[in-house]
Every structure is written in structure tokens, then in C-alpha cells.
């Protein structure tokens, strides 16, 4: 598929996820086969600001491409500002328009899936960020509405592709429902046959199964997952797999486990020091380390070591048991 002029080899993308999606899982995601990856979203004002924190986040490696930069905020001003500042600092293939967040502290501001109450607001900031980086793809990632009562699917499909959006990723709950009820797959179908551009599908897809249900049901051009990536970069492999009609590769052993636990703490030690990568590490480490008999003490002693030093005795435990058993993890 191609989103502006970016080619994009497999229809499976990482989604943004704060606190998830930085530099370190988003290199595993890749190498594993995700066909383009986010990052979190950032916020505009930070950037316009050259906030240090702020533009650590949008940092990414030549082997990430294709990635998506998304950003937030609720004016065209600064988002066109920030837009432009992303483009001609960090030349991303994509600039993805975060209109989804549901978070009040993001909404009551106006940002992230405020703009599903203000189509006005919507079009005023879309147009902004698109006339300001004519030369690289926008994409906006949206929820269905703001609440039940005002579902903005497909009218604003339209609106943005003929605004010069290049590609819509759905997710298909209401910004009130946060993560409540089950994502409504039908208004992926009505998107898509609303508009010409791709159209991505997100929402409750937690296995390889799902991912191919998805893209029968409503005719998407690529399935965008978030949850069940986490703590499991193979899910691209087997996707990617079963999309290019190869052999299903084998579930993750043990080992495959404790040593993608390595490399992700050593990305992360490298890239955003000790005191910061030990504490980003336990959420990753907690994610990765479960359904296996005995994972819950493992995964106790390392989300709990204290600092560095522990993290490593607790890891090295982990390895020399992964080593020996042959214990399968439950993926
Ligand atoms: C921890 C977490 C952080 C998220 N952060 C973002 C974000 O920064 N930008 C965004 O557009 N969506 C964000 N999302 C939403 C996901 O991208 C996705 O739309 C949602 O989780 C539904 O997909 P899933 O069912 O595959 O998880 C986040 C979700 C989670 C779980």
C-alpha cells in the first residue's frame, strides 16, 4: 500500500502509544516485521517551545522508516507551526494529526478528540498542518465520535480527504467510551467506502485471527494494532507470516523471551540513561513476562528490583532459567 508517496510493505502497523512507543520497542516492532510504526503522540506546544522532553520523543533511527511523527494540539497556529518544525528538523515519512485522545486533561484543552465535537476546529487545524509540509504525507488517527449521540463517521472522511489527508486510521470507539464496550468495526466498513484514500482499522485486534477478521469485515488497507503488540513484537512476524501466505513461525520460547527482554533494556539504557530506562524498563518487563508457569515471580522480582544492579541479577535468573527449562510460554 501507499500512503502520500510512502510505499508501505506489509498492511500492519505499530500503533502511538504514550509510554510504550519510543525508540527502543519501536526498532523491535520493525525488525520484526511491523510495516510502519508511530510515535507517541506530542504535543505541539512542547515542540514550538523546542521542549528537551518533548523532542526527545520524536528522536527516531533511519531503520524505523517508514514512521509516523503525531502530534497534538488545539489550533492551527501551532500545530502548523509544530508541523513544520517536525518536518524540517526530523523528516519523518509521515505527520499523523492525533484527533482520538480521549484524556480529559488533553480534551478540556481542546486537544487530541476535542476536535470531534468542532468539525470547524477540525478542518481550521487540519488544513493548517497540511498547507504547512506540502512535501510530506498527513494522516489523522480519530476515534468515531465524541459520544453515541454524535458520530462522526463517514462525514468527516470526506472532509479530510478532500482537505489533502492522505490516510484515516479509525479507531473505532467514541472518545466518552475511553476503552469501554468493544471497538465497532462496521464504521471502519462505512469509512472505507466513504472515501478513496487508505483507511486504516484499529481497535480490539488481539490475535493474527482478529487481524485477518478485520480486514474481511470491513475492507481496510491495513490494520493498525496497539495492546497486543505490548511486550510482544512477534506479533508482526506471524502477521506478516499469514498475510504473505508463509509458514506460521513458531510462538517465542523462553529464551526468545529473555533475550528480547535484554535488548530491549540495553536499547533503553543506551538511549535514555539509567535512572529513566531501569524505570520505563518495568512496564515492559511486565508486559513481556507472563503466561508461563512461574512468570508471575519473575515478573515480581524484576518490575520490583530496586535499581540496575538487582534488574541484572533478576534478568540473569530469568536467562539461566530459560536456558534449561522447557517450559512454553502460553502465546
Ligand atoms: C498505553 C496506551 C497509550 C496510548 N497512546 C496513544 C497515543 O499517544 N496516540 C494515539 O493516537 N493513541 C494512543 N493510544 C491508543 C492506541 O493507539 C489504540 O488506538 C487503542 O489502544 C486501540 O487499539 P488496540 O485495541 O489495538 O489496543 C494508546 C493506547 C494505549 C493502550
Not at 510502519?36 to 520523543?57: P, Q
Not at 533511519?62 to 526530523?90: C, H, L, W
Not at 513484537?233 to 508463509?246: D, I, T
Not at 533503553?268 to 508457569?293: A, C, V
Amino acid at each position: 500500500m501507499k500512503i502520500g508517496s510512502v510505499n508501505i510493505e506489509v498492511p500492519v502497523f505499530l500503533a502511538p502509544m504514550a509510554g510504550i512507543t519510543d525508540y527502543p520497542f519501536r526498532i523491535l516492532c520493525k525488525e520484526m516485521g511491523a510495516g510502519a510504526v508511530y510515535s507517541e503522540f506530542v504535543s505541539a506546544d512542547g515542540i514550538i517551545r523546542e521542549n528537551t522532553k518533548t523532542l526527545d520523543l520524536i528522536c527516531f533511527e533511519e531503520t524505523e522508516r517508514p514512521i509516523g511523527i503525531q502530534i497534538f494540539g488545539n489550533d492551527g497556529e501551532t500545530m502548523s507551526q509544530a508541523a513544520k518544525y517536525v518536518v524540517d528538523r526530523f523528516r519523518p515519512d509521515i505527520l499523523d494529526i492525533n484527533y482520538g485522545c480521549p484524556v480529559p486533561k488533553v480534551t478540556k484543552k481542546g486537544g487530541g478528540s476535542a476536535a470531534l465535537q468542532d468539525l470547524c476546529l477540525m478542518d481550521d487545524i487540519t488544513v493548517a498542518v497540511v498547507e504547512s509540509v506540502p512535501e510530506v504525507p498527513v494522516t489523522v488517527k480519530m476515534r468515531a465520535g465524541w459520544n453515541h449521540e454524535t458520530i462522526v463517521i463517514p462525514e468527516v472522511g470526506e472532509r479530510l480527504q478532500n482537505i489533502g489527508v492522505k490516510a484515516i486510521a479509525l479507531h473505532p470507539r467514541t472518545s466518552k467510551q475511553r476503552y469501554t464496550g468493544k471497538a465497532d468495526w462496521s464504521y471502519i466498513k462505512i469509512l472505507k467506502e466513504s472515501v478513496s484514500i487508505p483507511v486504516i482499522g484499529n481497535g480490539d485486534v488481539c490475535t493474527i485471527d482478529d487481524m485477518m477478521r478485520m480486514f474481511d469485515e470491513t475492507g481496510c488497507d491495513a490494520v493498525m494494532v496497539a495492546r497486543a503488540a505490548q511486550g510482544n513484537p512477534w506479533f508482526f512476524r506471524e502477521a506478516k507470516a499469514r498475510l504473505e501466505g508463509q509458514l506460521i513461525p513458531s510462538p517465542p520460547s523462553l529464551l526468545d523471551i529473555a533475550n528480547m527482554c535484554i535488548r530491549h533494556f540495553d536499547l533503553l539504557l543506551e538511549n535514555r540513561g539509567e535512572r529513566t530506562g531501569t524505570n520505563l524498563m518495568r512496564k515492559h518487563f511486565s508486559n513481556y513476562i507472563k503466561g508461563f508457569p512461574g512468570a508471575s515471580i519473575f515478573r515480581q522480582k524484576l518490575v520490583t528490583a530496586p535499581g540496575l544492579a538487582e534488574m541484572r541479577i533478576a534478568l540473569n535468573e530469568f536467562i539461566d532459567t530459560a536456558k534449561t527449562a522447557e517450559l512454553k510460554p502460553a502465546f
